[in-house]
């Protein structure tokens, strides 16, 4: 999903750069004295956040299956979001009585750093972003009364980091579940695909 709308935005920006008569106002204020090189940058950078965050799913998913020993995990969490998923890893490592007090420190530690992560990436991903020239970007936050609306500046280093801190989170997130598990815990969660040769829908109706 999270694809889909990175997609539509680079499409967006794209055709914004192509026309050289932007007809919406405020569509062409977010690309005042912008250049072509500038929103390619700002593309790339977000497309890494996005794809940092899918593999930082993929892993929570993973960990999720190895945390309730299943194979038809799948089936259970494939509604979940990133969020659900955190959250719920939480909870079922806590109560977990067949891992060490040890691996479960690891695994609380990687999974606040997942949800630090996480929500960092929300903000990249559902604020408003009105690039400016310098690779200065101004990101105007969702927000949850028309009262105020917190404008932060960003640099294209700063989305570089956040991507980086996703791919950490995923990468040791991984450890903890190999530590808790050994290498079979991050198979787990592909178990049923692999028996059925297919993948299995979020929705099972579709």
Not at 16 to 38: I, N
Not at 81 to 105: G, M, P, Q, R, W
Not at 196 to 203: C, F, M, Q, S, T
Request: overall charge negative; aromatic content about 2%; hydrophobic content about 45%.
């Amino acid at each position: 999903m999270a694809l889909g709308v990175l997609a539509a935005a680079m499409t967006d920006l794209e055709r914004q750069v192509q026309s050289k008569a932007c007809r919406s106002p405020v569509g062409c204020a977010m690309l005042v004295g912008v250049t072509d090189d500038e929103v390619n940058a700002l593309q790339r950078a977000l497309g890494g956040v996005v794809l940092e965050s899918s593999y930082l799913e993929q892993i929570l998913r993973a960990a999720f299956a190895a945390l309730v020993g299943s194979k038809y995990a799948p089936v259970v969490n494939g509604h979940l979001t990133a969020h659900n998923l955190i959250e719920t890893c939480e909870n079922v490592a806590e109560v977990h009585t067949d891992i060490e007090v040890a691996a479960k420190a690891e695994f609380a530690a990687a999974l606040k750093a997942c949800r630090a992560a996480n929500t960092r990436r929300n903000r990249v991903i559902h604020d408003a972003w009105a690039m400016r020239p310098g690779g200065v970007m101004a990101a105007v936050e969702t927000p949850r009364s028309s009262e105020d609306i917190p404008v932060t500046a960003r640099t294209l280093p700063e989305l570089g980091q956040v991507a980086d801190e996703l791919a950490k989170a995923a990468d040791d997130l991984s450890a903890a579940v190999i530590a808790a598990f050994g290498p079979e815990g991050m198979r787990v969660e592909g178990q049923l695909r692999r028996e059925l040769g297919r993948d299995i829908p979020a929705d099972p109706g579709s």
